[in-house]
């Protein structure tokens, strides 16, 4: 353990220095990435650090804040730091004074807003805290719980083990602690998350299941479940059963379904034949005499939307009785394997939603965009920056916790050397990606909004652009992309380490490098050369001269007293922000940064290249693919050919393909391959097991 906290609190102190953070901003960082990988937290996290005397005996403090909308839930943050205090656990007394601090910004926001500063985030959150209750359009209406959680890389004693539930207000308050002991589960679980076990006692009820298929893959259980009994999990669990591909689509806990609530008050005993049901898949469950005692990683991934629609029955309408009377069909698949879950539960998802409202816009963080993404992270070197000997590679996280995986077994001294090569400051994840993307696409008040928003419109891009031509997704795309990462990345130091900063980082930084996108393109008929900033790994200092200049006005645009909405934050995510912005003159005249545009022409002649260049990787992939097949099976094809020969589906063209290859074994074109892999998909999806 001591060894193991040593190693964490030397990635936390390497990414202070790097991103020239505070510690505290470092260990929140780094510990929120992790619970947000293992479905712990639900919603953006934004460190906020807010510490004030509210009178002669009170004292508030948090480090952060995030709002899981789903949920109705409010979480409050403070770091307790290892490094700046002696001993090495945290005991019930510190642990309570913590608590109380935290609990004390939310009591009394009144205080805070009577007595702040309105420009900063600290006010700001207050302020939102205050208005929750006004109209159904404020950012916490449908609040019904508090979360104070602590962060720390001590250990805790035995008694912070369990800590109660309490109330105030009418609110739930649950308190957690993190500390070093949950991080080491997290990163040494196999799939980078700590399995879920929830038990189906007495307090629930009990669920009936047979069984209804057996794969290779994964079984399959026919089942009843209890409204009241889905409601009672929905409370105690909330959007960490809902699989994460689909919990985009489910709305606000408060906007409950009107159909359904009428359905459950007035006609429960029909809820059965009227809905849908439930689609489920779990890593493991037990099960005796028929009946289902326990569940290892639950998720929903088909009726998100029936479950809290039935939990807010509970909850709102007190119909106990009523849900006691609704039954609703699920269908339950146990997929054991971690090696397969991570590709055929989001399959199990995507069908199970095919004629449901979800899209393909929510079905999609599988795309095989990302695997592209990933596999040119893991082969392209950047460049060596100056003052390093070796180089280094920015590294795609596709799936939750392959990072912290790669290193999983490794001996200490091969540890070091994936770091070096992969540092952790170079690695990015998918909502990273989408937030990034956003901003190079001019749509900031999309990034600001994070999570979900950002993500959803990435998709969209995703399916349109691939569907057209994939090969857009070239090397140059990647190190473009990198090369805005990198400029994020300046412009966040910048901003954090300015004397007017106040709050707001994460709007002004993207408020920022749009507008700077924008005003080249439309005011100097020019883009940003970001194959220069990929080449150097970072910006000349004229350029970090400018970007202070004008991060300082984007700052003074979003909290200007004449804005729309009064909450900087949320005004920061409306289109009319951005649109206002634009409308503003915000860069000098002796604003220089010649040195890093490229005409349009120019860049347009690159990626045409880049194109063609991808097009002609792809075509030998496809090529070898098809070989790849025969090698391993020499009758595959003429196996495949015995099953589609008869079949009217598939035309004489693709049977001749696949007969030129079954028995010739002759080279086939580009575009015969590209046939032959459609043939065999199609064949798959029709039965075909091979």
């Given at each position: 353990m001591q060894e193991f906290q040593d190693e964490i609190i030397k990635l936390i102190e390497e990414e202070k220095h790097i991103n020239q953070n505070t510690y505290n901003e470092s260990l929140f960082d780094y510990y929120t990435k992790a619970l947000e990988e293992n479905d712990e937290?639900?919603?953006?996290?934004?460190?906020?650090?807010?510490?004030?005397?509210?009178?002669?005996?009170?004292?508030?403090?948090?480090?952060?804040?995030?709002?899981?909308?789903?949920?109705?839930?409010?979480?409050?943050?403070?770091?307790?730091?290892?490094?700046?205090?002696?001993?090495?656990?945290?005991?019930?007394?510190?642990?309570?004074?913590?608590?109380?601090?935290?609990?004390?910004?939310?009591v009394h926001a009144d205080i805070i807003v009577e007595n702040g500063e309105e420009s900063s985030e600290g006010y700001n959150l207050a302020h939102l805290i205050l208005n929750r209750k006004k109209s159904e359009n404020e950012y916490l209406y449908s609040l019904e719980k508090i979360r104070m959680i602590i962060l720390t890389e001590k250990e805790i004693v035995k008694s912070l083990q369990k800590i109660e539930v309490t109330e105030y207000g009418g609110l739930v308050i649950q308190k957690q602690i993190f500390d070093i002991n949950s991080i080491k589960n997290l990163i040494n679980s196999k799939s980078g998350k700590v399995d879920l076990t929830i038990k189906i006692d007495d307090e629930f009820g009990?669920?009936?299941?047979?069984?209804?298929?057996?794969?290779?893959?994964?079984?399959?259980?026919?089942?009843?479940?209890?409204?009241?009994?889905?409601?009672?999990?929905?409370?105690?669990?909330?959007?960490?059963?809902?699989?994460?591909?689909?919990?985009?689509?489910?709305?606000?806990?408060?906007?409950?379904?009107?159909?359904?609530?009428?359905?459950?008050?007035?006609?429960?005993?029909?809820?059965?034949?009227?809905?849908?049901?439930?689609?489920?898949?779990?890593?493991?469950?037990?099960?005796?005499?028929?009946?289902?005692?326990?569940?290892?990683?639950?998720?929903?991934?088909?009726?998100?939307?029936?479950?809290?629609?039935?939990?807010?029955?509970?909850?709102?309408?007190?119909?106990?009785?009523?849900?006691?009377?609704?039954?609703?069909?699920?269908?339950?698949?146990?997929?054991?394997?971690?090696?397969?879950?991570?590709?055929?539960?989001?399959?199990?998802?995507?069908?199970?939603?095919?004629?449901?409202?979800?899209?393909d816009?929510?079905?999609?963080?599988?795309?095989?965009?990302?695997?592209?993404?990933?596999?040119f992270s893991r082969r392209i070197t950047a460049p060596t920056k100056i003052g390093y000997s070796f180089a280094t590679k920015w590294y795609y996280e596709r799936a939750n916790g392959q990072y912290a995986q790669e290193t999983y077994k490794m001996t200490?001294?091969?540890?070091?050397?994936?770091?070096?090569?992969?540092?952790?400051?170079?690695?990015?994840?998918?909502?990273?990606?989408?937030?990034?993307?956003?901003?190079?696409?001019?749509?900031?008040?999309?990034?600001?909004?994070?999570?979900?928003?950002?993500?959803?419109?990435?998709?969209?891009?995703?399916?349109?652009?691939?569907?057209?031509?994939?090969?857009?997704?070239?090397?140059?795309?990647?190190?473009?992309?990198?090369?805005?990462?990198i400029l994020f990345k300046e412009i966040d130091i910048i901003v954090k380490n300015a004397d007017w900063y106040n709050g707001y980082k994460a709007n002004i930084n993207a408020y920022t490098l749009s507008y700077l996108y924008w005003y080249c393109n439309e005011k100097l008929n020019s883009e940003i050369n970001l194959s220069k900033i990929w080449l150097d790994q970072g910006i000349d200092n004229e350029l970090k001269f400018n970007l202070k200049k004008l991060t300082k006005k984007i700052y003074f645009h979003l909290i200007d007293e004449n804005r729309v909405v009064e909450n900087v934050t949320e005004w920061a995510k409306k289109e009319m922000c951005w649109n206002k912005c634009k409308e503003k003159n915000l860069i000098d005249w002796d604003f220089n940064i010649d040195n890093i545009l490229v005409s349009k022409e120019e860049l347009k002649y690159e990626k045409k290249n880049a194109v063609k260049e991808q097009k002609i990787e792809?075509?030998?992939?496809?090529?070898?693919?098809?070989?790849?097949?025969?090698?391993?099976?020499?009758?595959?094809?003429?196996?495949?050919?015995?099953?589609?020969?008869?079949?009217?589906?598939?035309?004489?063209?693709?049977?001749?393909?696949?007969?030129?290859?079954?028995?010739?074994?002759?080279?086939?074109?580009?575009?015969?391959?590209?046939?032959?892999?459609?043939?065999?998909?199609?064949?798959?999806?029709?039965?075909?097991?091979?």
């Open positions: 937290l639900i919603g953006e996290c934004s460190y906020l650090h807010y510490e004030a005397n509210l009178n002669s005996n009170q004292k508030c403090k948090i480090d952060g804040y995030s709002y899981n909308e789903i949920d109705g839930e409010l979480i409050l943050f403070a770091t307790y730091s290892a490094t700046n205090y002696g001993n090495n656990t945290l005991d019930k007394g510190q642990a309570d004074k913590i608590f109380k601090n935290i609990k004390n910004f939310f009990e669920i009936r299941a047979m069984k209804a298929n057996e794969t290779n893959e994964y079984e399959s259980y026919l089942c009843i479940v209890s409204g009241l009994l889905l409601a009672k999990l929905y409370n105690k669990y909330g959007s960490k059963l809902i699989e994460g591909n689909v919990r985009s689509f489910l709305q606000t806990k408060g906007k409950v379904n009107k159909g359904l609530r009428a359905t459950i008050l007035n006609e429960p005993e029909k809820f059965f034949a009227y809905n849908n049901g439930l689609t489920v898949t779990c890593k493991n469950f037990t099960i005796s005499e028929g009946k289902i005692t326990s569940f290892t990683n639950l998720q929903i991934v088909n009726g998100g939307q029936t479950t809290a629609s039935l939990a807010n029955c509970l909850i709102s309408d007190k119909a106990e009785v009523q849900l006691g009377k609704v039954y609703v069909p699920m269908k339950l698949n146990v997929v054991s394997s971690d090696d397969i879950s991570d590709e055929l539960i989001p399959e199990i998802s995507r069908y199970a939603n095919t004629q449901n409202k979800v899209s816009v929510d079905l999609a963080s599988n795309h095989p965009f990302h695997r592209r993404i990933e596999d200490k001294s091969k540890k070091e050397k994936f770091y070096d090569i992969n540092p952790k400051n170079q690695m990015f994840k998918k909502a990273d990606f989408a937030k990034y993307f956003n901003i190079m696409s001019l749509k900031p008040h999309i990034a600001s909004k994070g999570g979900v928003s950002a993500f959803r419109e990435f998709t969209t891009w995703i399916l349109k652009t691939w569907e057209k031509n994939d090969n857009k997704i070239n090397e140059k795309f990647f190190k473009d992309n990198i090369a805005n990462i792809n075509q030998l992939n496809e090529l070898a693919t098809v070989y790849n097949y025969l090698e391993e099976d020499e009758k595959f094809y003429m196996d495949l050919y015995d099953f589609i020969s008869d079949k009217n589906e598939y035309s004489d063209k693709e049977k001749d393909i696949i007969m030129i290859v079954a028995k010739s074994k002759a080279i086939l074109s580009d575009k015969q391959a590209k046939t032959a892999l459609q043939v065999i998909d199609k064949a798959r999806l029709d039965a075909w097991n091979k």
